[in-house]
C-alpha cells in the first residue's frame, strides 16, 4: 500500500487514543469513536484487525475494550499500516502488472522504491511520538526529524528562491 487510506488514519487515530487514555479499565470503541469521531464502520474493522495483529487486545464483556499489548514506544506506524493492509480496498501500486515495456521496466519498479521508502519512513515513528505530539505542539518537530534522512536539511520554498505568493 502507497499513501493513506481511511482505515490507516482511523487505525492510527484509535491507537493512539487507546495509549493516551490508559487506565483501570480497557477503551471501549464507543469512546473512540465519541473522543475522535471515527465512523462505526471504520473503527470496528480497524480495530479488529489491530487485534489480529498482536498490537491490541480485545477484552469481551461489559467492562470490555481495548488495550495495547505493547509498549507505545515499539509500536510503530508501519506495524500498524500493515495490520490494516489486508482489508485495504484501494488499488494497490505494487499489484498493477503493466503490459508496456515502459511500465515493466521503469514504472513498476520505481512503485515499489517508494512503497519500501513509505514504510521504511513509517517504521520510524512510533506511537509514542504521536501521542507526545498530541501532547505538545513542539513535539511536532521530533516526528518530522524522524522522517528526514540524516545529514539532509530541508529548504523552505523562500530559501530556494521561490517567490512568495
Same mark, same amino acid.
Given at each position: 500500500?502507497? &499513501?493513506?487510506? =481511511? ?13 493516551? =487514555?490508559?487506565?483501570? !479499565? ?6 473512540? =469513536? ?8 471504520? $473503527? @470496528? ?15 469481551? &464483556?461489559?467492562? &470490555? ?12 506506524? #508501519? ?21 508496456? *515495456? $515502459? &511500465?515493466?521496466?521503469?514504472?513498476? *519498479?520505481? !512503485?515499489?522504491? $517508494? ?20 501532547? @505538545? *505542539? ?6 518530522? #526529524? ?7 536539511? @530541508?529548504?523552505?520554498?523562500? #530559501? ?6
Amino acid at each position: 500500500m502507497i &499513501g493513506l487510506s =481511511n482505515k490507516l488514519v482511523c487505525a492510527i487515530a484509535a491507537v493512539c487514543d487507546v495509549a493516551t =487514555n490508559v487506565s483501570d !479499565f480497557p477503551v471501549r470503541s464507543s469512546e473512540i =469513536n465519541g473522543r475522535q469521531g471515527i465512523s462505526p464502520r471504520y $473503527l @470496528e474493522a480497524a480495530l479488529q484487525e489491530l487485534v489480529k495483529a498482536g498490537i491490541l487486545a480485545g477484552i469481551r &464483556g461489559r467492562q &470490555g475494550g481495548y488495550r495495547l499489548m505493547r509498549d507505545p514506544k515499539d509500536i510503530s506506524l #508501519a506495524q500498524i499500516a500493515a495490520a490494516v493492509a489486508s482489508t485495504y480496498t484501494g488499488v494497490d501500486p505494487r499489484d498493477i502488472n503493466p503490459s508496456s *515495456p $515502459l &511500465g515493466q521496466e521503469v514504472v513498476r *519498479p520505481l !512503485f515499489h522504491d $517508494l512503497a519500501a521508502k513509505w514504510m521504511k519512513n513509517l517504521d520510524k515513528i512510533s506511537i509514542e511520538q504521536l501521542c507526545a505530539q498530541a501532547r @505538545e *505542539p513542539n513535539a511536532r518537530r521530533a516526528v518530522r #526529524a524522524a522522517v528526514r534522512p540524516r545529514g539532509s536539511r @530541508e529548504k523552505s520554498r523562500y #530559501a530556494r528562491g521561490a517567490s512568495p505568493a
